[in-house]
């Protein structure tokens, strides 16, 4: 690994200034649990590390009725361990407990794991199926993209020149609302989703059927993948085995997979129609709270 | 028999088992402490002042010659001490010897080390820098300029086979049983071991089943990547720390490519984290020397990285393998024809030998024949690992095997049973067995809770499989030194991976009727003890164990000897009994005798072994999977183990012995493998993307220990640590037939091979491939 330097500014400013300076050879580090990494492999050169961690905004954790907004660097066990956020939000859950073990979880962010943008986050699409904004602060000022708007390429992104992520704003659950995010891999720790599918639901009061849906995948594209049209197919529709495993068909067919040491394209493919009929499937239940984060941990292979 | 479902640890309930007043007792390892303390000092927790640090270039290409290196811009960096290629070892001789870990080629053994005139696998060593510090070692390395020629890579038998397949080592002729081939070849040996009569076998034979299969090449997977610290003093004495199975074969090969007497080397073995056959072969030791020596002889460490022991050390070999077994009605194999290919990676020397051993052991079969086939691609030279080739053929084997059963309608363990090897019947070479414990292996597991019980659900499955392991002897030196206040000190020269500091030091409290506390084992190093093969072939607690039983016996005497000079009475009236020396009125205790005896001379004794009767093991188990149809994942249930364990000394290692085999075993079956490009470079070179188990991927392992003690051993040990491996995937494929109606002739059953597979069977029943849209 060769030597950089590190700065640790307080202000968003600062952060800004720090980032602008050091043109495409500097980089916001939070838990570092992916960028200490490749700086180690000699996969990323940089000469500028700029921690962010000591910025009050990016530490911040403000639930209320309006949403969530999660700062950029707050790491994953923090999510784990506030009640709140697992009460309002347990789809959000699978995800934190699935990035890393506890050591890791202790480190790696949320906005880390979408600002590293890997075709293969665990996080992006439950992201995606949460409708969540990600506010960006950069030398024009702040902005803000949709999760799905994030990723443009394997390891790219919307943030140019001295820009970086705040923070992850999720809106307030709608009532009968319910999530999952399911991924498949050979083992049952340690490894990277050969495919991620994450699901949201609305249902009617009666719960019996599906008034809005989102669907995204992970590992099949260049990007997480918000695959619109399997949500759309699923809305007015009722809860049922047949209308779930169409709007799994739409995902199959919109999944771009390739061949690669994780897995193949037909497996992908497959496996992307699988996990959006079961994520769905958890969605809907717990939407009709009729299940525990604590099983889906079981089915995510946490058990 | 002793059934346990537990590793026990620490607990002395079996104390007074068979007489015994340690043996079977569960003490705690005399390194145990300083481990779970973190104390422990490992190879790469060597420590000196002024220490460079040593960074290995490696061939990014599979296969290429090399034209030139140019070492100058990493030599003009700040920091950089010494910049070494093969240029700086010596000439190698085109000559085979053996130095303790299998016969070698001195020119391979060297060229492995750092490549001279080819590079033949990614990862292959070029050239190595010593620096300041490892950051500046490996920036230099990166500016070392290597201009390559590429050449196609040969990454399996079907390429390196091929008529027009390029040739990886320009000498190399095939070695056929002693006749040695003219043509260049990348086919290094071809044996046959032939009985009866084949072809009349499989004529008369009721029903005969003949597969082919393919295995993928793995990884040993310590946990602990190879360091090596290597010192120079001012006389020209060199020492070595290094994590190592065997200091000697460390010390062999390293004069040997250096060409430097014994006598300048000692080589000191740390704490080990595993090595399962991988830490034999030496790859930075040497490397470490000739960087010092450039270096003004400062001292020099060499750390490598889990990307490169995945790269450039291990593995073991892939292979394909076809089987034909013909069977009588009663279900009696009349005739059976195995066929073996094994990729030895760059040099020559893959396990086929072994593998043919292992491969038709469990049975009684008087028409054979088993041809081994020793073949080069360009992959990382092949190492030793657990029970070596062994795992590759059972697969194979034990699938045929299942395959006969089923369609015979019969008990996969019956069969065993029926066709099972026992005393005076014939290893695939002709070897003829002692007693040995195969069938009971088998009768343990059909018997068993686990055999008995229902097994219900859909896509759900069980399998059994037997394997076999030759075990070894070799040699081994021990002393003893007997303390003035009732303790012994044992110094021995086996690598403890297992808790064999403990199962020997037992041994000798055994012998001496002595607390296993007051033992004080300890691992030393090559200028301290006589020669001492490696920790490997199942051997150390038998082996080594049979020294310090030696010397057990030797102290007793001689304190016998000097009491009753002492006490002026005939050394025949001194009596030993529960700890207290006795002749007529006189009576001391142990503690107080090994102050008396020592008044006018100390005492010590020392002892040599090299056991030829080692006695070969058997294990037979059952596993129960799930198999999700939807992923093709494959949970493991239940798993169960029967081996012969001879006498097993510290039932807790024994144990672990057989639970660590199976872990590894079940790796090999369901995830791991070396995934390689189409330039064969390794894809796969992590822990994350080589995917052994994790705790998470295993249920309790349960073991049934088999105690026939074997008769050439005082306390009846023979050889544990190795045949576990060899029947998990054999089981794991079967019991997938079970669960899926699909058998496997590849491994892994990873979820996309085994999604694929059962889609073809689903093609074939309805002519439509489910997700190929």
Not at chain 2, 232 to 239: H, T
Request: glycine letters at 10%.
């Amino acid at each position: 690994m060769q030597a950089f330097d590190f700065v640790a500014p307080t202000s968003v400013d600062e952060a800004v200034s720090a980032l602008a300076a050091g043109g495409g050879r500097a980089r916001p580090l939070s838990g570092g649990t992916d960028l200490i990494a490749q700086l180690q492999e000699g996969r990323l050169a940089l000469d500028t590390v700029v921690d962010v961690k000591r910025i009050p905004e990016l530490m911040a954790i403000s639930i209320s009725d309006d949403g969530l907004t999660l700062g950029a660097s707050v790491a994953c066990q923090s999510i784990n361990a506030n009640q709140a956020i697992r009460d309002a939000y347990p789809a959000l859950i699978d995800s934190t407990h699935l990035i890393g073990g506890t050591q890791i979880q202790g480190r790696a962010s949320i906005g880390g794991n979408l600002c590293n943008s890997s075709p293969a986050a665990d996080s992006i699409p439950n992201l995606i199926a949460h409708s969540v904004t990600c506010h960006i602060a950069g030398p024009n000022g702040r902005r803000s993209v949709a999760a799905e708007d994030f990723c443009t390429g394997p390891g790219r992104n919307v943030l140019a020149n001295g820009e970086f992520l705040v923070a992850i704003e999720f809106p307030a659950p709608p009532a009968n609302f319910g999530a999952a995010y399911l991924r498949f891999i050979p083992r049952n720790e340690m490894d990277i989703a050969v495919v991620g599918a994450g699901a949201s639901v609305v249902l009617s009061d009666d719960k019996s059927t599906i008034q809005s849906a989102r669907v995204a995948l992970g590992a099949v594209a260049p990007t997480p993948l918000f695959v619109q049209e399997a949500g759309d197919s699923l809305a007015g529709q009722p809860v049922s085995e047949e209308t779930l495993a169409k709007a799994a068909d739409l995902a199959r067919e919109a999944a771009k997979p390739i061949s690669d040491m994780r897995g193949t394209i037909p497996q992908r493919k497959h496996l992307s129609a699988v996990l959006t009929q079961r994520a769905l499937r958890i969605a809907i239940d717990r939407a009709r709270g009729t299940k525990t984060v604590d099983e889906l941990g079981r089915l995510n292979g946490h058990g | 028999m002793a059934g346990t479902k537990q590793n026990g640890t620490g607990t002395l309930a079996a104390n007074g088992q068979n007489g015994y007043k340690v043996i079977g007792t569960r003490p705690v390892r005399p390194d145990g402490v300083d481990k779970v303390t973190g104390r422990a000092v490992y190879a790469a927790d060597v420590q000196m002042t002024g220490l460079l640090h040593g960074f290995v270039l490696r061939s990014p290409h599979a296969h290429a010659h090399i034209r030139s290196i140019d070492t100058s811009k990493a030599e003009a960096l700040p920091g950089v001490r010494a910049v070494v290629t093969a240029a700086d070892l010596p000439e190698a001789e085109d000559k085979v010897e053996d130095l303790g870990e299998g016969a070698i080629n001195l020119k391979y053994l060297s060229d492995n080390v750092l490549a001279s005139e080819k590079v033949l696998y990614h990862g292959h060593a070029v050239a190595a820098v010593a620096a300041t510090s490892p950051h500046i070692a490996e920036e230099a390395a990166g500016l070392i300029e290597v201009d390559y020629e590429l050449l196609p890579p040969v990454m399996t038998v079907d390429d390196a086979l091929a008529d027009d397949a390029p040739i990886l080592l320009e000498t190399l002729r095939t070695d056929s049983m002693g006749e040695v081939g003219a043509e260049q070849t990348n086919l290094a040996s071809v044996f046959s071991h032939q009985r009866g009569d084949l072809d009349a076998g499989f004529a008369g034979a009721h029903l005969v089943v003949d597969r082919t299969y393919r295995t993928e090449t793995v990884h040993q997977g310590y946990i602990e990547p190879h360091a090596a610290t290597a010192l120079y003093s001012a006389d020209g004495q060199i020492i070595i720390w290094t994590s190592t199975q065997g200091s000697f074969a460390v010390r062999g090969q390293v004069c040997e490519i250096l060409k430097i007497p014994v006598s300048r080397l000692k080589v000191v073995p740390t704490e080990i984290g595993g090595g399962f056959g991988g830490k034999i072969n030496v790859y930075v030791e040497p490397v470490a020397v000739i960087l010092s020596q450039k270096a003004g002889y400062e001292p020099v460490k060499i750390v490598m990285s889990r990307a490169d022991v995945l790269a450039a050390t291990g593995p073991t070999s892939g292979s394909n393998i076809r089987v034909k077994i013909g069977v009588d009605a009663d279900g009696k194999i009349s005739a059976a024809l195995a066929e073996l290919y094994y990729e030895a990676g760059a040099y020559p020397g893959s396990p086929v030998g072994a593998a043919a051993n292992v491969s038709l052991a469990p049975y009684a079969i008087d028409n054979l024949q088993v041809d081994g086939y020793d073949i080069v691609v360009n992959r990382p030279r092949s190492a030793a690992y657990r029970a070596p080739g062994g795992t590759n053929v059972a697969f194979a084997v034990e699938s045929v095997v299942d395959e006969l059963a089923e369609k015979l309608d019969m008990d996969p363990a019956e069969f065993r049973i029926l066709n099972g090897a026992k005393e005076n019947d014939r290893r695939p070479d002709g070897l003829q067995y002692a007693r040995i414990g195969q069938i009971e292996t088998v009768e343990a597991i059909r018997d068993s809770e686990h055999y008995q019980s229902p097994l219900e659900g859909k896509y759900r499955g069980r399998g059994i499989a037997s394997g076999y392991w030759n075990n070894w002897g070799g040699q081994s030196s021990a002393t003893a030194v007997l303390n003035p206040d009732g303790t012994v000190n044992l110094n021995e020269a086996s690598t403890d991976i297992g808790g064999t500091r403990a199962s020997i030091a037992m041994q000798l409290a055994e012998a001496m009727d002595i607390e296993y506390e007051q033992v004080k084992a300890r691992v030393v190093d090559t200028d301290t003890v006589s020669y001492n093969d490696v920790t490997g072939g199942s051997r150390t607690t038998f082996a080594t164990g049979l020294a310090a039983y030696n010397l057990g016996r030797q102290l007793l005497k001689e304190m016998k000897s000097r009491l009753a000079d002492q006490w002026e009475v005939a050394a025949g009236d001194v009596s030993y009994e529960e700890g207290t020396f006795s002749a007529g009125s006189e009576s001391v205790s142990f503690a107080e005798a090994a102050g008396l005896v020592q008044r006018e001379e100390p005492l010590m004794a020392s002892s040599t072994v090299h056991p030829q009767d080692f006695g070969p093991g058997f294990s037979t188990q059952c596993v129960d999977i799930e198999v999700d149809p939807d992923t093709g994942k494959i949970t493991i249930l239940r798993y169960t183990i029967a081996q012969d364990v001879g006498k097993a000394i510290h039932p807790s290692y024994v144990e672990g012995q057989m639970q660590g085999g199976v872990a590894q075993g079940i790796g090999w079956a369901i995830n791991e493998e070396y995934i390689y490009d189409d330039e064969g470079r390794l894809l796969n070179a992590s822990l994350l993307d080589y995917r052994m188990p994790t705790s998470l991927d295993l249920p309790m392992i349960e073991t049934i220990m088999v105690e026939v003690p074997h008769p050439a051993h005082p306390y009846g040990v023979r050889g544990v640590g190795e045949v576990n491996i060899v029947p998990p995937a054999g089981a794991v494929a079967n019991a997938v037939f079970q669960a899926t109606g699909v058998r496997m002739d590849k491994l892994p059953i990873s979820p996309a091979n085994l999604l694929e597979a059962m889609w073809a069977k689903e093609a074939e029943a309805a002519e439509l491939v489910p997700g190929d849209d």
